[in-house]
T-cell receptor, first 118, second 115 residues
Framework: AQKITQTQPGMFVQEKEAVTLDCTYD???????LFWYKQPSSGEMIFLIY??????QNATEGRYSLNFQKARKSANLVISASQLGDSAMYFC???????????????FGTGTRLLVSP | DAGVTQSPTHLIKTRGQQVTLRCSPK?????VSWYQQALGQGPQFIFQYYEEEERQRGNFPDRFSGHQFPNYSSELNVNALLLGDSALYLC??????????????FGSGTQLSVL
């Protein structure tokens, strides 16, 4: 069965600094996708970044980048130049398959609460 | 372009009651999924609907049921509520046969409290 592990319940970072949020995963599938979502206090899950298991390069989306180490089964999120608005819960999630054959079911970790201070 | 909308935003029920939560997917999306997020946890997959049928189900009892309408909107029904059903219920929509980077679009959820 798939499993996502986020070992950091909370992280603190100063504004304008970079921060890394850890995520490790477990799956027996060769084909899978990894996501990071941000959940502010409003409750909505906001998509940040995606990495496919066959992608050769690490994904980047603006200030977000994903440090994908397949052999270690880790998919850490790096946020550069943190902003006060980055304070939120961050969830790592995994989807089996490449997502182009039908149904999508995500398995989520327990999340990391990030606090950005001025 | 409206995103995923859910109603109501908050709901208080007592044990044993039944509840119905509603979701309208993002425009153009044909697949709706429901997730339960208990306090301090990540969301857990309940089930997914496409073409008005339940296509995939997570590890949830039959007390949890759903429906999808021809306009792709969906309802989540929970019968015989337990205290442990208190959670944020998130609806997510997507295309069934999307590109491999297709992401789920989530609503802001319905916060259900069972007393």
């Amino acid at each position: 069965a798939q499993k996502i592990t986020q070992t950091q319940p909370g992280m603190f970072v100063q504004e304008k600094e970079a921060v890394t949020l850890d995520c490790t995963y477990d799956t027996s599938d060769q084909s899978y996708g990894l996501f990071w979502y941000k959940q502010p206090s409003s409750g909505e899950m906001i998509f940040l970044i995606y990495q496919g298991s066959y992608d050769e390069q690490n994904a980047t989306e603006g200030r977000y980048s994903l440090n994908f180490q397949k052999a270690r089964k880790s998919a850490n999120l790096v946020i550069s130049a943190s902003q006060l608005g980055d304070s939120a819960m961050y969830f790592c999630a995994m989807r089996e398959g490449q997502g182009n054959t039908g149904f999508q079911k995500l398995v989520f970790g327990t999340g990391t609460r990030l606090l950005v201070s001025p | 372009d409206a995103g995923v909308t859910q109603s109501p935003t908050h709901l208080i029920k007592t044990r044993g009651q039944q509840v119905t939560l509603r979701c309208s997917p993002k425009s153009g999306h044909d697949t709706v999924s429901w997730y339960q997020q208990a306090l301090g946890q990540g969301p857990q997959f309940i089930f997914q609907y496409y073409e008005e049928e339940e296509r995939q189900r997570g590890n949830f009892p039959d007390r949890f049921s759903g429906h999808q309408f021809p306009n792709y909107s969906s309802e989540l029904n929970v019968n015989a509520l337990l205290l442990g059903d208190s959670a944020l219920y998130l609806c997510a929509s997507s295309f069934l046969l999307g590109q491999r980077k297709e992401k789920l679009f989530f609503g802001s959820g319905t916060q259900l409290s069972v007393l």
